[in-house]
Nanobody
């Protein structure tokens, strides 16, 4: 099993910044990517940003230019720097780890951290 522990959520005013952190531990084998997803009330969980084991990044259009993902290296940690935040960024943010286990693709999720942006 893999455990993901997130931190850094909270309340921020529009235009402000927050930094999320996620540390992975446990049975970590061949990590393919780590990332952040979010889920707002009444909406489906959506991708925010991912980073592969070789450093390639991918962002949702809604956060490009404002959010930066880093880490995902051998230290099995990933960060999300969120700048110029908007009320629509309000959601529960989940850390994700994707790895190969004995030839099978597995996804693990953190417990989620609340991010609230006030207008």
């Amino acid at each position: 099993q893999v455990q993901l522990v997130e931190s850094g959520g909270g309340l921020v005013q529009a235009g402000g910044s927050l930094r999320l952190s996620c540390a992975a531990s446990g049975s970590i084998f061949s990590v393919r990517a780590m990332g952040w997803y979010r889920q707002a009330p009444g909406k489906q969980r959506e991708l925010v940003a991912t980073i592969t084991n070789i450093g390639s990044t991918n962002y949702a259009d809604s956060v490009k230019g404002r959010f930066t993902i880093s880490g995902g290296n051998a230290r099995n940690t990933v960060y999300l720097q969120m700048n110029s935040m908007k009320p629509e960024d309000t959601a529960v943010y989940y850390c994700n780890l994707n790895q190969l286990e004995y030839g099978y693709n597995r996804n693990y999720w953190g417990q989620g951290t609340q991010v609230t942006v006030s207008s």
